[in-house]
């Protein structure tokens, strides 16, 4: 289903949201659990690491930046890499949590638990995000600051219902607006394409060459450079750097790694270089850009390698 940036939110969708849970995870490896039946929208947001999840069957990937919005009443598995174990926030929203309820900091994961069921929560439509949706969230967008204070927000203050509830609604609203923007790749890309954007994910911290991914498809630079620009706009090199300045933006804001590691970690090694393409990229430093754009000082500390109890995570 095609959507465009014009459309908005419907004026109701939300109203009666809120948040009920919300925590950060640093999966062990080969760490894997079931949750059989969990009552409420969720919100999980792959950071780091990789892996995968089974919901309802169906096994879908978890990659660095990937966003799910999982559906009401779901069967999830969790599975993460044995070499890269996901570190994840996540958000459990009551999509319908009925007013002058009382509000409950916690969803059932379980039939038979207590809430199970319960008349006063129960799940609503969101336009365009049924079943498992997967996006893209990069950690200056609005959505991806929302759900870190909300994470930082459950765990750290009281949790007034009300601040809940408003919460709830801000959520859903940037949730429905990141949808109706993310651009679905299109289908008409050739393979040799694909092949080439799969490997520059896998290896852009390297600075990969024109040379190797010519030969990565058996074709001339020149072929390359025409995939790129005929294609996506942009030079082969200028997609590798706006790749790399993106996950320098991501540890940027989503870490406290000091500003040469983080070059180090995007692949551009050399501080005074990173620097200035940063700044040239951009319009500012990267320290000012943590400074003016870095909602928090750090990120919640995860649960390392501790086992949560069987069938729960938090």
């Known amino acids: 289903m095609s959507r465009t940036k014009k459309e908005t939110v419907p004026p109701a969708t939300g109203m009666h949201a809120a948040v009920c849970r919300a925590g950060a995870f640093q999966f062990a490896a080969e760490q894997r659990f079931t949750n059989g039946c969990v009552q409420r929208r969720g919100l999980f947001w792959c950071k ?27 069967k999830i598995s969790y599975l993460p890499s044995a070499r890269e174990p996901m570190f994840t926030t996540h958000v459990h929203l009551v999509p319908w949590y009925r007013p002058g309820a009382r509000w409950v900091a ?35 967008r609005s959505l991806a600051r929302l759900i870190d204070f909300a994470v930082r927000w459950y765990l750290h ?10 919460l709830g609604l801000l959520l859903v609203r940037e949730v429905l607006r990141q949808a109706a923007q993310t651009v679905v790749p299109a289908r008409s890309r050739p393979e040799e394409l694909e092949r080439l954007l ?25 072929h390359v450079l025409k995939l790129f620009r005929r294609h996506l706009g942009v030079s082969a090199k200028q997609y590798v750097i706006a790749r790399q300045l993106q996950e320098a933006r991501e540890l940027l804001l989503g870490t406290t790694l000091p500003i040469a590691e983080v070059g180090k970690a995007a692949g551009l090694a050399d501080p005074y270089h990173f620097s200035k393409l940063f700044r040239r990229h951009v319009g500012l430093s990267p320290r000012a850009f943590r400074a003016a754009q870095g909602p928090f000082a750090a990120r919640p500390e995860p649960s390392r390698h501790r086992r949560s109890p069987p069938g729960r995570w938090t």
């Open 198 to 222: 799969v490997q520059v994910e896998r290896g852009f911290q390297l600075g990969p060459r024109i040379g190797e991914m010519a030969a990565l498809v058996g074709r001339s630079r020149s």
């Open 157 to 166: 203050s009281p949790r007034d219902e009300a601040e809940a509830r408003a």
């Open 106 to 140: 916690n969803v059932p994961h379980e039939r038979g638990e207590a809430g199970f069921d319960s008349p006063d929560r129960r799940d609503a439509d969101w336009p365009g995000l049924g079943g498992v949706v997967r996006l893209r969230l990069e950690a200056d």
């Open 48 to 74: 780091s690491g990789r892996g995968s999840f089974v919901v309802d069957g169906r096994e879908y990937p978890l990659e660095p930046q990937d966003l799910y919005v999982l559906p009401w009443g779901r």
